[in-house]
């Protein structure tokens, strides 16, 4: 159940650090933010911080969650690609307000997690895939919006992921390849390349190519 003055709280706070969208204020106070943490840090689940996940992930602190879902100006008439499933939260919050959202993680411990958490919730317009993220999802493409929840090295997003872009379409990615140096960076796809805006400086865990080790997917498996 949720605490109402720490959601209350909470939503003051997003407000106050620039989260205007009432559809994402909508989705961040449908969404139990509780049902995603481990147990261990229940009391914290309201609090404005990341949390860890296991496997070296965390779940993104609300400010960001909410910062990253306003710039990437979703609608329902959106088809979302989610790079890093994570916890399921940002998952969820998404899935709120897009038509249909695909995700991939490279954990299959945490996606199968997350999945459990989302049909527990009756979110019925999310597929998922356990997977190299880094190669997008191909027979999906395009996508309207891509999110990605790990930050790449380089001045542009994977080539597999702007491919899979609709011309139009947005892409909001960590960007840099030390913590200290990351920012979240908003590209735009044109008829004549990617059109960049940074916008706020993250910190977010690499992102990675291929599986673990030990978890061999192959190409992915969707559920």
Known sequence: MIAEPRL???????????????????A????PRE???????????YEDIALPIGHGQTISQPMVVGLMTQALAVTDRHKVLEIGTGSGYQAAVLARICRRLYTIERHKPL???????????????????WGDGMKGWPEQAPFE?????????????????????????????????????QRLVRFTRTETGL?????????????????PDGEDGGSGQSY
């Open 8 to 26: 209350i709280r909470l939503l003051m706070t997003l407000r106050r650090s620039g989260i205007s969208d009432h559809r994402v204020l909508g």
């Open 28 to 31: 961040i106070e449908r969404v």
């Open 35 to 45: 049902a995603f943490v481990p147990d261990a840090f229940l009391d914290q689940a």
């Open 111 to 129: 996606l199968d997690l997350a999945l459990g958490r989302i049909a527990s919730m009756r979110i019925s317009n999310i597929t998922a895939r």
């Open 145 to 181: 919006r891509i999110i990605v929840t790990a930050a790449h090295r380089g001045d542009l997003p994977p080539h597999a992921l702007t491919d899979q872009l609709a011309i139009g379409g947005i892409i909001v990615i960590p960007m840099g390849d030390e913590k200290r140096n």
């Open 195 to 211: 059109e960049r805006e940074d916008l706020w400086p993250v910190r977010f865990v690499p992102l990675l190519p291929d599986l």
